[in-house]
């Protein structure tokens, strides 16, 4: 959450005239998303981000996640919208970073959503889901099971300082939900990070669903998973049923569910948790001295897989 | 230079209703300015910067701040004017906090002074000086030589792990300059603290000088000696006698100076430098683990206290 590439104004002023977006009235480094630079500019034509990727995100991956942008922006999707160059291209350099200028996308993340909320994420996941379907490039999850098992392999020995037990836990939960995962649900281009932090609203209205980042080819009912954790449970850790049933039943009146993902939910909620707790406690176990990203707890992800574990079934979430 | 206190959507909006600044469209947290946590603003009425006030900066302080630049701004000077609320109040809470709205300024400041730009700095400076003239509150210059001396005095025990021999030359160079220090010069509101990231341009044009928060009274020709630091010296280290003139000759056309102010600008200049390599050291000294600023490097300033202790008279820094 900070800028970590300085850009100086005359290499700025440089790189934008490979733009026709107008001329610079204004630029502030903007502590938004965790993985990159960002910048918000204004210039005589309006407000654009500059990002520029940082290490965290592979140069390899940026086709596919500006392409994505440009997609779901094409079908009506609230989304950034990469700005193409006078000669074409949205990606290009600057400052030693792969970078790209975004559109700006008015909306306020709200930390502590509300029912409604709920509701309207859970229609804009389903619309991403449609509007992604014919999208040509492909990106692996490196955040599904195999990539679980990766990053657990670099914590485990140091899992029980964080809480006692912890490891047991894990080997136990991870060999379970390996086991257990779904082949054969419907599969398409996921956002994978749908936190309240990357979705925009004006009052109830949701504006925009921004980071893709993290998006992939991977279950779509998975994202949904992804979205109960990350929506749905209180401050408190009570999981709000009503807040789930908002999210569901908005979702499932732009694309139905089958009886094979509402039967999969809490397997996949409970992978979508496991998930987020292994690199929160990969982030906890190697925080970096005078890093500008303080780690999130990730003991908030084991209660939220435990509560899915105790789940006899799907009705919990709300469904009606 | 980031955001240290986290505000919600639904505080925020609260909190703007005390205002009639148009409808919350957008917020980001900007890293601007190391104090305080700062967000820009984006209203149906335009653009605004939302500061709350961390610890480093006392709350006693804050009506002169604001104050000065509602002076300032009303004697049109190039500022960020302070908005009020709808009871009258510029300086209000929020989230634990002292906190202003504060109107947005466009521009961009430049990393790499021109000549150009130092003849905008000068001229805005002296600009700045008149309109001070008739503020009446008051703020000592916590950072003049009875603060330097306290500072040092923290600091003096392990200055030679910075670099050998450090300790010897400060502890001449304080009681020099504390000795030699003038007493009868104009004095005035100064800025204190204009670096080249505290204005803004477009193109050659100033639009704007910002954070006041280091602004008191003294002398003003110390200002003058604070900006021939912050904007005349090259990356090399030399001093760019051509920016020096052109700063100098700008200030002159709106605000003359006396023989008594060139005379002593070489001593003003060097105790100018001693400030700015205390507060370094200081921070280089005592730097936080996890601290979201990294501190720079006090030895910039021990070159730039050298080079004017080693001069015969003003001079050196182009006076025609």
């Not at 400052?95 to 790209?100: C, D, K, N, Y």
């Not at 929160?280 to 992800?301: I, T």
Request: proline share 5%; aromatic share 10%.
């Amino acid at each position: 959450m900070a800028v970590y590439t300085p850009v100086d104004e005359a290499q700025l002023e440089r790189f934008l005239r490979q733009y026709a977006i107008g001329e610079l009235v204004s630029v502030k480094g903007i502590a938004e998303g965790v993985e990159n630079s960002n910048y918000l500019l204004q210039t005589t034509k309006g407000g654009y981000i500059l990002t520029l990727y940082e290490k965290r995100v592979h140069a390899r991956d940026l086709p596919f996640f500006l392409g994505l942008m440009q997609h779901l922006a094409g079908r009506g999707l609230a989304c950034p919208l990469p700005v193409k160059g006078r000669d074409g291209q949205a990606l290009r350099r600057l400052a030693g970073r792969p970078a790209a200028v975004i559109g700006f996308l008015a909306g306020v993340s709200v930390m502590r959503p509300r029912i409604s909320h709920c509701a309207a994420v859970g229609q804009a996941l389903a619309q991403l889901h449609l509007a992604g379907a014919e999208f040509s490039l492909r990106r692996v999850n490196a955040l599904s099971v195999a990539g679980w098992k990766k990053l657990y392999a670099s914590c485990r020995r140091r899992a029980d300082t964080v809480w006692d037990g912890l490891q047991a836990e894990l080997d136990m939960e991870l060999r379970e939900i390996a086991r257990r995962w779904p082949k054969d649900l419907p599969q398409g281009v996921i956002h994978a990070d749908l936190f309240p932090d990357n979705v925009f609203f004006r009052g109830e209205q949701l504006t925009g669903l921004i980071d893709f980042y993290f998006a992939c080819n991977d279950l779509l009912a998975y994202d949904i998973a992804v979205c109960l954790n990350a929506w749905c449970f209180e401050p408190d850790g009570g999981f709000n049923a009503t807040k789930g049933r908002a999210l569901l039943s908005a979702y499932r009146k732009t694309r139905p569910l089958s009886v094979a993902e509402l039967a999969a939910l809490p397997l996949l909620a409970r992978g979508a948790a496991l998930r987020f707790l292994l690199t929160r406690l990969y982030d906890w176990l190697n925080q970096v001295p005078g890093a500008l990203v303080r780690p999130k707890d990730p003991l908030e992800y084991l209660h939220k897989l435990r509560f899915h574990r105790g789940l006899s079934g799907p009705e919990a979430y709300g469904l009606t």
